[in-house]
């Protein structure tokens, strides 16, 4: 049976979440079996379910593999610079504070060159929505190691095996302020989809750590087979464990991978409280920033 | 358009040129300001933070000043106009996203108040050494625009006009003050709102369906389409088409850099700006900007009672250069004379325009105060002889 | 063109760059002449000795530095000695009388006031060298006295308008009484004693 390009096209746009996606960018970059975008496809769909209005919501990536995601969805979208989306995505959200702002970032991005960025604004609680997919290496410049990989895992600037601590991201996040933490694997597609959904009605800075695949560098330096044994690895490693110790959810290398909602919990966001401590110490002389549609001069 | 007027506090002021610059961002119309503290330049956002909750303005004081450079450039996607404030060490590291302003063609604005360097250099202390890191600092080709204020007054005046170039071109503007200017108090006239002209932001009126964020208009410049309007753009630092999307391909380069360094080159008329004074008949040229124009016309003086003609072009805008305007005057002059708080840079510049036709004298200040008026004066005699 | 320039010192905390600011204000903005003040920063100006220099001339000021002051306002002990040397021959020097104890030399016009001992009086150390002012601006007689009043007035917290002027006005009246019509001679021999 033979189908024609019309027919793959026609049933590219039926795809359930073809509406949040630029599918005139189809295909992808990313590798066959890389979890990018299954991650991609879970946030769509949350976008989806959670009735976000996709003219009101912004994304912001750095540069990575992750960092591509920025440029396929159908959103206001920003391609920003590496380890910088965190600080362009707070001048977006402070700009125009009504717009839901996204980073959808890599671990190297966020953690690694941008780790400073992250930790500041967990500490002023930002609203930002921060998704850190991890595949514990640096994909795009060929498998160079990162803040994240496990100790002894193979990188190809620890050939010898990584002897430096990783982070434990869900605990760095939850010790700077963040408000709502959680952590899944791109096995988990509902229970990480009902997360990215749960957070976008949240208010704050909220990070959520998904661990994905590299079968093309991580994999392959590490002899841990094919995609479809990563993925049956995820089902057999991964532990839930709502309500864990962020402190306890440390990943070993091809140990047991703690996944669940760490932490949940309600403050207001940082321009939340600016514009209560203003209006509180300032009174009438205080001019908020308008809600609606930033300084334009018309 | 005219100035919203809750930004412009008008009256006759008694202000250093780190408060004057502030208030010309306000008159400006700048609403959202993201910096980091950094000697002599953090009165400027002090400033701009005690005014701004009054005018519906944010202010952030970020954790760096990479941090702050991909904040104003971010915020500037929502159609609000952005400044952030600095000196050299701070400006090093923005070069990183003041090259992503470039790419993205982003409006806004970069004070750099300049201090010595290289490194921690004389943070207290006057210098004008990072004239080429505006030209040349962040990887890659591009153009912006730069100027240098030489009083108070002129860091709120040009203010204005660093603000209205970003807009009219969509570039980041550099606004080259100096620790000297920054700290001296003086009289600041801040003229009535509805006297200054501001240039909004460019916005496009086609729907979403037919704009494309990156096709130029007949000037070079793309219209705007700011977040959260319902246009689904895409932006990148990567080379990209006119949809946004990233091309990997010397074609889409050869498309877009030009364009980007065209539509400053092109207008060089338009953007250019300097005072000039008896460059008619003069066999001396000055070439001179920022503080160290003040401190020349003394030197002037004295080489004139002395009997030597000599002119002055002051440059207000210092990027992009006056090339043609230099190289005009090269063949009806005997010498240039550039004085320059550095060992060397804007001579370069003159040199290179000077075409070998008008000899060229640096007279070089490494930085920490300010040149004496004799040393000017004696290379401008040197320079007649 | 005449241009004056003016060195004020004193220890942080003692209000010399404000003291410097409602100088340069009273002359630029009330008295329409040009002034350009330049203050000490850094961390010389957290503690000991800060300094505020003005340069004020009836042109355009081409060069915004000052080396050999005309007048010398001295509220440390600290100032005096960093700074004492650059005052011109026939430069004024106008200082803390209970603070500063000046070598003066012969024929240099002095002025000392106990600016910290009335600013106690009228109940708020704070407005010392607001007393320092008005006896700066009735003996160096740079800009009027008037200007001076209104710069001050202008250029002090909201709420502290009253205290500022009588601070200001006992510093005139210090000089009044104390040097009055013959301030010449008065400061000569003020001179001669040191």
Known sequence: MSVTIEEVEAAAQKHPVAPYLRMDRMPHIWCPTCGIGTVMKCYAQALEEADVDMDKAAIVSGIGCTGRVAGYMNLDAFHSTHGRAIPFATGVKLGRPELLVTVFSGDGDLSGIGGNHFIHAARRNMDLLVILVNNFIYGMTGGQNAPTTPLTAKSSTMPFGNFEEPFNLPHLAASCGAVYVARWTCLHTRRLTKSFQE????????????????????????????????????????????????????????????CGKFIDEDRPAMHERMDAHYKKVLGDKYVPMPPEGGWLHE | MKADPAGVLTGAHYLDGDFACGEGAMAAGCRFTAGYPITPSTEVVERISRRFPMMGGTFIQMEDELASMAAVVGASWTGTKCLTVTSGP???????????????????????????????????????????????????DYRLIALSPQS???????????????????????????????????????????????????????PPGEFLPYKANGNGVPEFARAGDGYRFHTTGLTHDERGYPVMSAECQEELIPRLINKITDNVDKISRFDEENTDGADVVLVTYGITARVARM????????????????????????????????????AFVVPEINLGQMVLEVERCAGGKAETILVPHAGGGVHNPQDICDAILRAAK | MSRTDIRITGFGGQGVVLSGYIIGRACAINASQHATMIQSFGPEAR??????????????????????PDVFVVMSTEGYDKYRDELKDDGILVYEQNLVHPTLKEGQPSFGVPSTRIAESLGRTIVQNIVMLGFFAASAQIVSREDMRDAVKSSVPPGTEELNLKAFDAGCAHFDETYGEKKEEVGAAAANQG
């Open chain 1, 199 to 258: 957070a976008i009605d949240r208010r704050g800075f909220r990070f959520i750590e998904v661990i994905a695949p590299c079968s093309t560098l991580y994999a392959r330096l590490n002899r841990l087979g094919s995609g479809f044994d990563l993925m049956r690895f995820y089902h057999d490693s991964a532990e839930i464990k709502h309500g864990a110790d962020p402190k306890e959810v440390g990943i070993d290398f091809q140990d047991k991978i703690i």
């Open chain 2, 90 to 140: 701070g400006f090093s590291l923005m070069m990183e996203n003041i090259g992503l302003g470039a790419m993205m063609e982003t409006p806004l604005v970069v004070v750099n108040v300049q201090r010595g360097g290289p490194s921690t250099g004389l943070p207290t202390m006057t210098g004008q050494a990072d004239m080429m890191q505006a030209r040349w600092g962040s990887h890659g």
């Open chain 2, 152 to 206: 108070p007054q002129e860091s709120f005046d040009l203010m204005i006009d660093a603000f209205n170039l970003s807009e009219e071109y969509r570039v980041p503007v550099l606004f080259m003050m100096d620790e000297c200017v920054g700290h001296m108090t003086e009289k600041v006239v801040i003229p009535p709102a509805d006297e200054i002209e501001i240039v909004p932001r460019k916005l496009t009126d086609k």
């Open chain 2, 299 to 334: 030197g002037i003086d004295m080489a004139r009672k002395k009997g030597v003609k000599v002119g002055v072009i002051r440059l207000i805008v210092v990027w992009p250069f006056p090339e043609q305007h230099i190289r005009d005057l090269a063949s009806k002059i005997k």
């Open chain 3, 47 to 68: 503690g000991s000795a800060c300094s505020a220099t003005l340069a004020i001339s009836d042109s355009e000021v081409l060069y915004p530095y000052i080396s050999r």
